[in-house]
């Protein structure tokens, strides 16, 4: 059994910061790839930043130069740093992970349950 669970979303004002955490626990052979996603209300989830087991990381346009993933393999924790936000940053975040059973050595992509942030006056 494996679980994600972030924490550290919340309601900023516009141009504020916050830092989401997602830690793996249980079960865990090796992580590959982690990253977050988000859902605005009434969108499609989107991928918002991933980093591989090598550190290299991706970003969506939207958040270039305002965000920054990282991780801590030590730790099996993810973070998202995210600096000056707008508006439309509103959404569920939710973390995601590529993990490998050490009884199968299978692979397969879990999700934590999300955490809310909102960016609001």
């Known amino acids: 059994q494996v679980q994600l669970v972030e924490s550290g979303g919340g309601l900023v004002q516009p141009g504020g910061s916050l830092r989401l955490s997602c830690v793996a626990s249980?079960?865990?052979?090796?992580?590959?790839?982690m990253g977050w996603y988000r859902q605005a209300p009434g969108k499609e989830r989107e991928v918002v930043a991933t980093?591989?087991?090598?550190?290299?990381?991706n970003y969506v346009d939207s958040v270039k130069g305002r965000f920054t993933i990282s991780r801590d393999n030590a730790k099996n924790t993810v973070y998202l740093q995210m600096n000056s936000l707008k508006p439309e940053d509103t959404a569920v975040y939710y973390c995601?992970?590529?993990?490998?059973?050490?009884?199968?050595?299978?692979?397969?992509?879990?999700w934590g349950q999300g955490t809310l942030v909102t960016v609001s006056s």
């Open positions: 249980g079960s865990i052979f090796s992580i590959n790839a």
């Open positions: 980093i591989t087991s090598e550190l290299a990381t």
């Open positions: 995601n992970a590529h993990i490998q059973s050490p009884l199968s050595r299978w692979w397969q992509d879990y």
